[in-house]
């Protein structure tokens, strides 16, 4: 596998489409690979930022969340949230390379992730290729960041190993690669998080990737979401009284 970045200019707020940007940084795509994309600077595109001056960024968080848990909760004084499904701090707003804003995340994420792909497979003749839009990510117990897909398309999610046999003839009964979060982690990691101005990255080299000429189904996009009943954190996550956001 091999994750190349790509430089831009300085993506602001409300500056144009990204698909011209797409146009204009994107040179080549090999067939079977695939393009990560930041959220951020599709956010960008699409105005889904708020001037931070003068804001209540933790109505914000409320607004975006499906749940969360208030600020006072935080040593370092941080709200945490459930977005889209998925374990959050502030419900994904970031301030960072943002030239005064708060920036949401885009509107659809797996919309556009769909419209990319059909973009792609369309400008470059490919009959297997996909998108990731990632944002990044901390992880309990560990410092520092990595990176999570918030969306994906043109193939398998997840690598499903239930019923097969380890080297020693054991049956697996619960282990599923996680193929998008994975991605998303190498593509993040080269991107940067600071000023390298790089939020895309074309991923090579996978033999692992299925790749499919179509976008994930509902069941599918629903499969890869655990509930908090079902969710093997459940004892700490339900040991929390989480409020219910506007989202």
């Not at 091999?2 to 409300?14: F, L």
């Not at 930022?49 to 848990?69: I, W």
């Not at 520092?144 to 994906?152: E, N, Q």
Request: some cysteine; overall charge positive.
């Amino acid at each position: 596998m091999r994750a190349v970045p790509i430089k831009t200019k300085k993506i602001r707020a409300r500056t144009g489409s990204i698909f011209l940007i797409l146009d204009n940084y994107v040179q080549k795509m090999p067939e079977g690979s695939v393009l990560a994309v930041t959220s951020k600077i599709i956010s960008l595109c699409e105005g889904r930022v708020v001037g931070a001056r003068g804001t209540n960024k933790d109505k914000l968080v409320e607004d975006e969340a499906e749940f969360f848990l208030p600020r006072k909760l935080s040593r370092y004084k941080i709200m945490f949230a459930i977005k889209n499904g998925i374990l959050a701090p502030s419900a994904g707003i970031d301030e960072s390379n943002t030239d005064g804003y708060y920036v949401l995340w885009p509107k659809d994420p797996q919309k556009t992730a769909n419209e990319i792909r059909k973009y792609l497979a369309g400008r470059f003749k490919l009959k297997r290729v996909g998108v990731i839009i990632t944002d990044s990510k901390t992880t309990p117990l560990r410092w520092g960041t990595s990176g999570v897909s918030i969306a994906h398309s043109g193939f398998e999610a997840l690598k499903d190993y239930i019923g097969t046999p380890d080297i020693f003839g054991r049956k697996l009964k619960m282990t599923k690669a996680n193929i998008i979060d994975a991605l998303a982690a190498s593509a993040v990691l080269v991107m940067g998080e600071g000023k390298e101005q790089t939020p895309l990255a074309i991923i090579e080299d996978l033999p692992f990737v299925k790749f499919r000429s179509s976008n994930p189904s509902k069941s599918e996009l629903l499969d890869l979401k655990i509930s908090l009943d079902d969710d093997l954190y459940a004892p700490m996550l339900k040991a929390v009284k989480w409020r219910k956001g506007k989202a």
